[in-house]
């Protein structure tokens, strides 16, 4: 199974900009479809993005309704790694930030949107 790495997270003010990374164990990563949650204390884990696979880049990648405009994800299929750019941070951001793919999950970052 795939092993899947998050790092990035933070605390940021808000309006500030964070970048976070997933990046994969597996060298068929381009396969995968990546998926990027999060979850905050109390609520469940809302999905934030969903990058196609590379045979499906076609598709349209998907982003909540709360992130677009502010958040884009992108993949270096090279480094087996993709990348969430987070701007124009608020603080209903902040929450644990994983990543998804074929099944697994990372381990979380935390992201934390304060001033």
């Known amino acids: 199974q795939v092993q899947l790495v998050e790092s990035g997270g933070g605390l940021v003010h808000p309006g500030g900009s964070l970048r976070l990374s997933c990046t994969a164990s597996d060298g068929s990563f381009e396969l995968y479809s990546i998926g990027w949650f999060r979850q905050t204390p109390g609520k469940e884990r809302e999905g934030v993005s969903c990058?196609?696979?590379?045979?499906?880049?076609?598709?349209?990648?998907y982003y909540a309704d709360s992130v677009k405009g502010r958040f884009t994800v992108s993949r270096d299929n090279a480094k087996n790694t993709v990348t969430l750019q987070m701007n124009i941070l608020k603080p209903e951001d902040t929450g644990v930030y994983y990543c998804?793919?074929?099944?697994?999950w990372g381990q979380g970052t935390q992201v934390t949107v304060s001033s």
């Open positions: 998804w793919a074929s099944n697994a």
């Open positions: 990058l196609p696979s590379t045979d499906h880049s076609d598709l349209r990648t």
